[in-house]
């Protein structure tokens, strides 16, 4: 019992016992705020890795892309309908996105999705802007630009259909500030497709003192990634500068199924901007367009296009998207899928084309976590790395506390004397500053867990503040993490591993002092005063 | 009660050994106070570290009720010292972080696990406040031993060794840090407990405690010159005085 109540009345009386605490607190933070950004930048890596893709994917491996997509689709719903939901075709090139009203060019990823099918097997849904507060209206087929005016109640407002959809949303919506927000933000009414950075707010529609209505040629929809087109704040919103249904431009190349350009001059194809998509990751919203599936196809040739001998070459797509019920297992999905590909594609064979067969040959199933295994085991080793050196670095921790007990059992030579005297045996001792060591590492543990779960907690604002003392030391820049915000939280299991480390490395710490400790002589610890 | 018989003890002091006892021998019976006196180096407090096995000796034993110390293991040598024998130093060496209450728990804390503690606590509480009535310390319980006198420290060291009512009282010096009007304060105090049947040995360099004892011997250049001198009290009827084997 002595052990227990020394060392914890030790623990409050000894000044220097709040110099290993101290030392332990910090290490812990320390460690605790490194493991909770990078678990967390390696968490929102995963998550959104997932949500960009469906579970299952059968990816062409050729910009190309590969036949029988449809057929593979309609095959796979009839042979696994307990395991596959639904399927929807992708076709990714790469271009030149343009907005004609500014004559500003960019390269970009165009992805041909069809949209109801590509939201309802990913969260692309959830980044959509203009979707949000105005549920259904953002389509990618042909339109024309939406132009605010006044309306019968002498007010600014937007064509009917846009305005019920806008009613619609403040119906569902569950969260009063969310709506009190939006209708603080100033609805715009730029007489022109480009409004002037002078202007700026989130609903940024053209508009005149004409009536509500639609304008202009009827073009295909694009949603275009929001740090491809608009300026992130620094509140992490973005600053709109293009008017919603303002018209861009697309150029692109067709190429021929086995990857030539075919001779003919890229495609121009003008569209019409309906939302921007916020994806989370830096790369893929700063480089991406999304257009109708059926649209791209066509304009990129992939689709039948009729051969020589009088028949047409089969439609072709990058990917199929396989979305999965509820419940079933991943990985024995895909060996299934992937098996059932197999088995599709064999039955093929008699008919198949040559090019056609080098194109499904290609073709392979994967899971999500397949498709960004490469990204996600970087991030992972990186977390691994990271957390490995900010320990060893903590290892000090461990050092201090040695140095710190060591002083305090040079300096309780006689308490250890006395106790010695009184029936203490040198196990005990040893046994108490190692139970000292623990107390000390259980308070810094303890004080070490709340600092740093502060820290991670406002690790934004800290470094808002710190950008606005000198934005050299913005040091989270979404440029290089991919993501907007720092991830800011804290498992419970890592501060509980955290702090559990923490506490046997002090006792660790001890062991040495603790020893010597249980080897003092008392009748040499007790000649003197 | 307690019986040493021949003990050497030396000391390695630079290159050469420094004999320390040679050959000292000691008896003290139940009920007895037995002083040793003599010089600064005599050998005094090296002879009371191995009669409360503090220390081992080189040669020599050191017989408790008939068992030899040194025969013992380590654990009954701690037990013994524990519950056998209580000592009280020149410097009262108590715990400064400690209460004096605290201070006179300690042994009873020292043999008791967080359960068994629990357990005996009341009681302990109970003997370690009647030790400090005792001695006159009951208002004195919460404070820290460096808010007490030398007297008063001293008898807390006093209450300490008492607390597991140890059969046999080592003192080293106990009025050695003492003004004189304390000292005698702290040897009356003795006396008392030694009257209700309390043995003790007292090492001391003032031939003037002898006063207080039944007998004393003086130890010079680590062996007994004096042996078995009748001390200032008389030894009451049927004590067995025992002489002290040269």
Known sequence: MYKWFLAFRYLYTKLIALFGVASVMLCVAMVLVVLSVMGGFLDTVRARSKGLHSEIVLEGGTLQGFPYYEEFGEYLEGQLPGTVELTTPVIYSYGIFRVPATTWTKAARILGIRLDGYVAVNDFENGLHYERYYPGTTRLGLQSMPVAGIGE???????????????????????????????????????????????????????????????????????????????????????????????????????????????????????????????????????????DFDMLQHKLAMDPQPLVDGGFTKARANQLLIGLKEGVDLNTSRDRIRGAWLTFCASLLPEVSDVDARAISLAEVYTWEDLQRPFIAAVEKEKVLVTFLFTLISMVAIVLVGCIFYMIVEKKTRDIGILKSIGASGRGVAGLFIIYAGAVGLVGSILGTILGSMVVWNINDIQDLLASLNPQLRVWSPDVYSFDMIPNVVKQVDAIWVASVAVLSSMIGSLIPARIASRVWPVGALRYE | MLRARGLHKSYIMGRAPLRVLRGTSLQAARGEFVVVTGASGSGKSTLLHLLGALDIPDRGTVEFNGRNLFDLGDHARRLYRNRDVGFIFQFYHLLPECTVLENVLMPRLVTHSFWAWRRIRRNARRDAEELLERVGLTERAKHRPSELSGGERQRVAIARALVNRPKLLLADEPTGNLDEEVGEDILRLLTELNEAGQTIVMITHDAKVASHAHRYVRLSEGVIREASSPGGRPIPAGLATREVIP
């Open chain 1, 153 to 291: 109640s002498n007010v600014l407002q937007l064509p009917p259909d846009l305005e019920a959809a806008n009613d619609k949303w403040r119906r569902q919506e569950t969260d009063p500030e969310a709506i009190a927000s939006f209708d603080q933000s100033p609805f715009q009414h730029a007489p022109y497709p480009y409004v002037t950075p002078a202007i700026l707010g989130e609903r940024v529609y053209a508009a005149d003192l004409g009536p509500p209505r639609y304008e202009g040629p009827e073009h295909y929809g694009v949603i275009v990634g929001c740090d491809l087109l608009n300026e992130r704040r620094e509140d992490g919103n973005f600053n709109r500068y293009l008017a919603r249904g303002a018209e861009v431009a697309l150029m692109a190349g067709p190429l021929s199924r086995i990857g030539t350009t075919r001779g003919e001059p890229p495609i121009l194809v003008p569209l019409r901007y309906v939302d921007d998509s916020r994806t989370g990751i830096f790369e893929i919203d700063s480089f991406c367009v999304y257009a």
